[in-house]
C-alpha cells in the first residue's frame, strides 16, 4: 500500500501569519502531487499541483517539493479565517490496483484564528 | 470549467436495499473514480474506470458494483446496503488516461448516504 502521510492537526495560525502544512509520501515512484482544500461538507477542490521539484507559487499559496526527500508542503502566506478548511495532500501514481487514482493523505484541519 | 454532477445529495436507505448514485461528467473525460470519505479514514478509491464498460477495483471494491455505459456516466452500485457504507460519496473525473503532468482529478459535490 502506497502511503501519503499527512498531520491531522489541527493547526491553528493567527490571521496573517504563514500556515505551514506538510506531506510525505512512500513511493519515489510518484509522479504528480496536488493539494485540495475541502470545506467542512463540501467536496476536495484543487488549490495547487506541483510536478517537478523545486517552489510554485501561486497567489499566496506555494508548494514545494522534494523528490530526495519525498516530501510536499504547502505554505499560505497572509492566513485568512476562510483559509480555515482540511487541505489534502494528494499524489498520483501508477500501481496495479489503483491504476492512475490518486492516493490521498487523510488530510490536515487548518484553523486561521482572527 | 470542470462540471461533475452527482445526481443525488442525501439518501437514506434501509439495509438490505439496492442503491445507485449516479455521476456525469460534462468535458469528455476518460477516467472516471468513484471514493467514499469517512472521518479518520480519508478518501479511499471504491472502483475507476478509464473508458466505456470498462472497470477496475480500488482499494476498497467489496460490495460495491459499478457500471459505465456512456463515457460521460458512471454509476455505483450497493448491491446490498449495509450501515458500514454510510458514507459520502464522491464521484471524479481526469483526463487523459496517461501518465504524466496535467491530469488533475475533479470532483463532484459528493453524495451523503446513510443506511438504517
Known amino acids: 500500500q502506497k502511503e501519503v502521510e499527512q498531520n491531522s492537526g489541527p493547526l491553528s495560525v493567527p490571521e496573517g501569519a504563514i500556515a505551514s502544512l506538510n506531506c510525505t509520501y512512500s513511493?519515489?515512484?510518484?509522479?504528480?502531487f496536488f493539494w485540495y482544500r475541502q470545506y467542512s461538507g463540501k467536496s476536495p477542490e484543487l488549490i495547487m499541483s506541483?510536478?517537478?521539484?523545486g517552489d510554485k507559487e501561486d497567489g499566496r499559496f506555494t508548494a514545494q517539493l522534494n523528490k530526495a526527500s519525498q516530501y510536499v508542503s504547502l505554505l499560505i502566506r497572509d492566513s485568512q479565517p476562510s483559509d480555515s478548511a482540511t487541505y489534502l495532500c494528494?499524489?498520483?501514481?501508477?500501481?496495479?490496483?489503483?491504476?492512475?487514482?490518486?492516493?490521498f493523505g487523510k488530510g490536515t484541519s487548518l484553523l486561521v484564528t482572527p | 470549467d470542470v462540471k461533475v454532477t452527482q445526481s443525488s445529495r442525501y439518501l437514506v436507505k434501509r439495509t438490505g436495499e439496492k442503491v445507485f448514485l449516479e455521476c456525469v461528467q460534462d468535458?469528455?473525460?476518460?477516467?472516471m473514480f468513484w471514493y467514499r470519505q469517512d472521518p479518520g479514514l480519508g478518501l479511499r478509491l471504491i472502483y475507476f474506470?478509464?473508458?466505456?464498460?470498462?472497470?477496475e477495483k480500488g482499494d476498497i471494491p467489496e460490495g460495491y458494483s459499478v457500471s459505465r455505459e456512456k463515457k460521460e456516466r458512471f454509476s455505483l452500485i450497493l448491491e446490498s446496503a449495509s450501515t458500514n457504507q454510510t458514507s459520502m460519496y464522491l464521484c471524479?473525473?481526469?483526463?487523459?488516461?496517461?501518465?504524466?503532468?496535467?491530469?488533475?482529478?475533479?470532483f463532484g459535490e459528493g453524495s451523503w448516504l446513510t443506511v438504517v
Open positions: 471524479a473525473s481526469s483526463f487523459p488516461r496517461t501518465v504524466g503532468t496535467g491530469n488533475t482529478i475533479y
Open positions: 513511493d519515489r515512484g510518484s509522479q504528480s
Open positions: 506541483i510536478y517537478s521539484n
Open positions: 494528494a499524489v498520483k501514481l501508477w500501481d496495479s490496483n489503483s491504476g492512475y487514482a490518486l492516493n
Open positions: 468535458m469528455d473525460h476518460e477516467n
Open positions: 474506470s478509464y473508458d466505456v464498460k470498462m472497470k
